[in-house]
C-alpha cells in the first residue's frame, strides 16, 4: 500500500510541469540578489542575477535549471519562497543545485546574506488566506460505543460515495466514514495499517471536497446557477496557507490543474494563484478509486 503510494508521488514528481508564464519569483531577492521564474519547459530557472550581489558571487547565472533549495525539490513558486523564507528564519546558507548545459553544479549563497541585507528589506507580512484548516487535521472522535462498525461496512461506504450529491451531503458522508474508521482503531477492531490505508484512502476522498468547495464558493461570487454544470476548465483563485494548497502539496497530480502559484509581493501582501477546482476534484476520485481498489486487493491477499 505504501509502496503503491510512494510510486505514484514519484512519477509525479518527475512529471514535467507546466509553463504558466508567470513572472519571476523574487522572495528575499534583496538579501539573496537573484530571482527565479516558471521554466518553458517546466520547473523552475534562475530568472535575473542581480551584480555585486551573493548570488554573483557565489557564481549562479541567469538560465541555470533550478534543482534543488536545501534539500527541497521546488517546482513552483510558492515552494522556492517557502524554502528561502525557512532558510532566512532559520539563518541559514540557501544551497542550490542547478543544471547548467549537461552537467548539476552546487552553489551557496552563505547565512551571512541574512545580516546583511536584512535590516535594508524588511520582509513583507504573510497575506491572510481565506481558509488556514489544513487537510491533516485532528481526527473525528470515534462513534459511542453501542455503534456496530465492521470493515466490510466501511469498505463499502468508500464505495458507494456518491460524487453528484450536494456538497453538504457529501461532506456528511465522509464524516461518518472518518469516525467509523477511528471507531475501528479505538476499539483494535482493525490493525494498524489497514486503518492506515483507509485513513490514505480517506485522504483523496478529502481534498475532493476541499476542490468541490472551491468551485461552489467560485460560483457564488459568479453568480452562477448550481443546476448549470461547470467545465473542468472553469478556474478559481487560492492562497499559499489555504486547504488548496494544502491538497497540492499533498498530491503532486494536481500540479497539472494549477494555472499560477500564488506569489508574495513585497509590500503589497500576495497575489492568488488559480487552479482548476472541477479537473482537480475529477483527478482526485479517479486516484482514490484506483486506490481503494488497490487496497481491496491488498485485503484480499490476506494482508492484514
Known amino acids: 500500500m505504501a509502496d503503491a503510494l510512494r510510486v505514484i508521488v514519484l512519477l509525479a514528481l518527475a512529471a514535467p510541469g507546466i509553463a504558466v508564464g508567470a513572472g519571476p519569483c523574487?522572495?528575499?531577492?534583496?538579501?539573496?540578489?537573484?530571482?527565479?521564474?516558471?521554466?518553458?519547459?517546466?520547473?523552475?530557472?534562475?530568472?535575473?542575477?542581480?551584480?555585486?550581489?551573493?548570488?554573483a558571487a557565489s557564481g549562479l547565472a541567469p538560465g541555470d535549471a533550478l534543482v534543488q533549495v536545501n534539500g527541497t525539490l521546488p517546482r513552483s513558486c510558492s515552494e522556492y519562497a517557502r524554502a528561502v523564507r525557512d532558510a532566512r528564519r532559520e539563518r541559514k546558507a540557501v544551497l542550490l543545485l542547478v543544471r547548467r548545459g549537461a552537467g548539476e553544479l552546487p552553489f551557496a549563497v552563505g547565512a551571512a546574506t541574512w545580516d546583511r541585507a536584512v535590516a535594508e528589506v524588511p520582509s513583507p507580512p504573510p497575506a491572510e488566506a481565506p481558509s488556514v484548516r489544513r487537510i491533516v487535521a485532528t481526527p473525528p472522535p470515534p462513534l459511542p460505543p453501542d455503534a456496530t462498525v465492521t470493515l466490510g461496512e466501511v469498505l463499502r461506504?468508500?464505495?458507494?460515495?456518491?460524487?453528484?450529491?450536494?456538497?453538504?451531503?457529501?461532506?456528511?458522508?465522509?464524516?461518518?466514514?472518518?469516525?467509523?474508521?477511528?471507531?475501528?482503531?479505538?476499539?483494535?477492531?482493525?490493525?494498524?495499517?489497514?486503518?492506515?490505508?483507509?485513513?490514505?484512502?480517506?485522504?483523496?476522498?478529502?481534498?475532493?471536497?476541499?476542490?468541490?468547495?472551491?468551485?461552489?464558493?467560485?460560483?457564488?461570487?459568479?453568480?452562477?446557477?448550481?443546476?448549470?454544470?461547470?467545465?473542468?476548465?472553469?478556474?478559481?483563485?487560492?492562497?499559499?496557507?489555504?486547504?488548496?494548497?494544502?491538497?497540492?502539496?499533498?498530491?503532486?497530480?494536481?500540479?497539472?490543474?494549477?494555472?499560477?502559484?500564488?506569489?508574495?509581493?513585497?509590500?503589497?501582501?500576495?497575489?492568488?494563484?488559480?487552479?482548476?477546482?472541477?479537473?482537480?476534484?475529477?483527478?482526485?476520485?479517479?486516484?482514490?478509486?484506483?486506490?481503494?481498489?488497490?487496497?481491496?486487493?491488498?485485503?484480499?491477499?490476506?494482508?492484514?
Not at 30 to 55: C, K, Y
Not at 173 to 200: I, K
Open 26 to 55: 523574487e522572495e528575499a531577492r534583496g538579501q539573496t540578489g537573484f530571482a527565479v521564474e516558471i521554466a518553458p519547459a517546466g520547473g523552475l530557472a534562475i530568472a535575473a542575477v542581480d551584480p555585486e550581489s551573493a548570488a
Open 157 to 304: 461506504g468508500l464505495s458507494a460515495l456518491e460524487p453528484s450529491t450536494r456538497l453538504a451531503s457529501y461532506r456528511r458522508d465522509l464524516l461518518l466514514l472518518h469516525r467509523q474508521v477511528e471507531t475501528l482503531a479505538a476499539r483494535g477492531a482493525a490493525p494498524a495499517n489497514v486503518v492506515g490505508g483507509l485513513r490514505t484512502v480517506l485522504g483523496y476522498y478529502d481534498a475532493a471536497a476541499v476542490a468541490w468547495a472551491s468551485e461552489d464558493e467560485r460560483r457564488e461570487v459568479l453568480r452562477q446557477p448550481r443546476h448549470v454544470a461547470s467545465s473542468e476548465a472553469a478556474t478559481a483563485p487560492y492562497f499559499e496557507g489555504s486547504d488548496v494548497a494544502a491538497a497540492i502539496d499533498e498530491f503532486p497530480f494536481l500540479r497539472d490543474t494549477v494555472l499560477r502559484d500564488p506569489e508574495p509581493r513585497p509590500f503589497a501582501g500576495e497575489s492568488a494563484g488559480l487552479w482548476r477546482p472541477r479537473q482537480a476534484r475529477a483527478l482526485l476520485w479517479e486516484h482514490g478509486r484506483e486506490e481503494l481498489a488497490r487496497f481491496t486487493t491488498w485485503l484480499s491477499a490476506g494482508n492484514r
